[in-house]
């Protein structure tokens, strides 16, 4: 079966960066996007991004080009999401979620990121 | 601001049938999927390509659209069909992934 196990959580004081990372197993890694996807504490989802397993190659999202960067590694079938210069508003669970033809069909278990000075 | 728009919370008599709608211009391109989050999980997909139950996702979740409005139906509802509910669908460049701000829904 598809699973995505995701890193645990940070904390992170304001300025610098972090990265979580989304480990996939159950399918061909290459084969299907994958989408990054975060939750400030009782706010609604917000799309960050994707990114192509296959090439390597990502979409961001206006908001954040500058400050992230999604990454892969085929040998280990694992994508990473790194945010810098984080802030207080950066605080929130980080989810990565498999694309299947434009909807989210497996999601990871989510990364509660802390930023705290 | 999100693309797409929902009520922020609806409610529903145990065992009725409740509407949620889910509006926005990228709608009448793209279909909506419809994603289920409980306090404290990830989401879950419940509806894709405007009608399709993911396998284990009970009947009685139903999608449908017309124009600029996604509906997501959820017939004789169940306590544990308290949750959050999330619409999505690329937005209006087709490059982006857009979220609805969310509807939360609670069961009486």
């Known amino acids: 079966q598809v699973q995505l196990v995701q890193s645990g959580a940070e904390v992170k004081k304001p300025g610098a960066s972090v990265k979580v990372s989304c480990k996939a197993s159950?399918?061909?890694?290459?084969?299907?996007?994958m989408h990054w996807v975060r939750q400030a504490p009782g706010q609604g989802l917000e799309w960050m991004g994707r990114?192509?397993?296959?090439?390597?190659?990502?979409t961001y999202v206006k908001k954040f080009q500058g400050r992230v960067t999604m990454t892969r590694d085929t040998s280990t079938s694992t994508v990473y999401l790194e945010l810098s210069s984080l802030r207080s508003e950066d605080t929130a669970v980080y989810y990565c979620?498999?694309?299947?033809?434009?909807?989210?069909?497996?999601w990871g278990q989510g990364t509660l990121v802390t930023v705290s000075s | 601001s999100s693309e797409l728009t929902q009520d922020p919370a609806v409610s529903v008599a145990l065992g009725q049938t409740v509407r949620i709608t889910c509006q926005g211009d990228?709608?009448?391109?793209?279909?909506a999927s419809w994603y289920q989050q409980k306090p404290g999980q990830a989401p879950l997909l419940v509806i894709y390509?405007?009608?399709n139950r993911p396998s284990g996702i009970p009947d009685r979740f139903s999608g449908s659209s017309s124009g600029n409005i996604a509906s997501l139906t959820i017939s004789e509802s169940q306590a544990e069909d308290e949750a959050d509910y999330y619409c999505?669908?690329?937005?209006?460049?087709?490059?982006?992934?857009?979220f609805g701000g969310g509807t939360r829904l609670t069961v009486l």
């Open positions: 999505s669908c690329r937005d209006s460049s087709g490059n982006h992934v857009v």
């Open positions: 979620a498999r694309d299947r033809n434009d909807y989210l069909c497996d």
């Open positions: 990228s709608l009448r391109t793209y279909y």
């Open positions: 390509d405007r009608n």
């Open positions: 990114i192509n397993p296959g090439g390597g190659s990502a």
């Open positions: 159950g399918y061909t890694f290459t084969s299907y996007y």
